[in-house]
């Protein structure tokens, strides 16, 4: 293993259950890879829109195999997707302003990864809301903040900062012109940057920053399931 410090930085939006699943790899991966990880809240439709993509979802055949997809995905990363499926959106915009006020706001800690991952949770394994404030504030208080402290970060959400944040973000994603969607991981390491969409390419990001893919579970990689 060598002994550089690498960078992963993922750009992620909590709407994304690809997404999902790279965080929680990654952050298995964080220390056995001995890597700094780098968490990006972005706004997924901003990149979709921004790249000149266009949803999945809009496509019949493409959603159809993301259920069967993510379904197996969720077996083998152990990752809880229950039930997959692409209802109308409302959009992540609200949560993912919440989540970016988290992260300027507990920039000690874990808080952030917690409160994202209360937010995948809530809306891929329970199918619940993550627009309103009450849902936004349920999964902030499940995630460990004080009721009085999600107050305050619902309302520093709708300030122009964190607006400002969350695009400067999302275009700072979009700016590397391969970026089409999300999740877009960016490896540093020893002087060059390299760039992966998707929760499938550990094994050649592996390769990239001289470290070994050891499968899901790196801890225990005889008990993958």
Sequence with gaps: ????????????????PYSWLAFEVLCRYRNVWNINLKFKPAFLGGVIYGS?????????????????DLTLLSEYFGVP???PSYRPEKGSLNA??????VSEREKQGDMLERVSRELWKRKWRSHKDITQPTS?????IKAGLPSNEVKEILTLSASQPIKDKLKSVTQE????????????????????????????????????????WMGPYPYNPIAQK
């Design 96 to 101: 993912m302003r919440f989540v970016t006020a």
């Design 81 to 83: 997707i229950f039930q």
């Design 52 to 68: 000149g993509n266009h949803p999945p979802a809009l496509n019949p055949k493409k959603l159809l195999y993301m259920v069967s």
């Design 173 to 212: 994603a979009l700016e590397y012109k391969c970026c089409f969607g999300l999740p877009f991981i960016v490896c540093h390491v020893n002087g060059k940057s390299e760039v992966f969409f998707g929760s499938d390419r550990f094994e050649v990001m592996a390769y990239f920053i001289g470290e070994k």
């Design 1 to 16: 293993m060598s002994s550089s410090r690498k960078v992963v930085e993922l750009f992620y939006d909590v709407t994304s």
């Design 136 to 140: 936004l504030t349920e999964a902030g």
